[in-house]
């Protein structure tokens, strides 16, 4: 880093290595770039976000903390973005009554 700039930039987790903070179309180059160089399908940014909640609710982490880890601000929001059940877990969550209500 240079003088007087903090390193990491203040506020940022990634940063250049000047010490300032990436632009956005920056990170989604070299993300592509080793997308491509690790053979791996391009998908945008976001959709990581969207992969990681979806997988943590499947998982059956518990929506609200979920809500905490990307920061929306109301679990409806968090429910109805990602919140689809898969038939999986439909089936599960039945043959988990089932066997409550069979004793």
Do not use: K
């Not at 391009?42 to 943590?56: E, F, N, Y």
Request: a neutral charge; glycine letters at 12%.
């Amino acid at each position: 880093a240079g003088p007087g700039r903090p390193w990491p930039p203040d506020g940022y987790v990634f940063g250049t290595r000047h010490g300032t903070p990436l632009e956005p179309r920056n990170l989604t180059r070299m993300f592509g770039q080793l997308c491509d160089a690790h053979g791996i399908r391009r998908v945008p940014l976001h959709g990581l976000r969207h992969t990681c909640v979806s997988l943590l609710l499947s998982l059956g982490v518990h929506p609200r903390v979920v809500m905490e880890i990307v920061g929306h601000s109301a679990i409806e929001m968090t429910m109805n973005v990602y919140g689809h059940v898969n038939l999986e877990t439909q089936r599960a969550a039945l043959d988990h009554l089932d066997e409550q209500l069979s004793g």
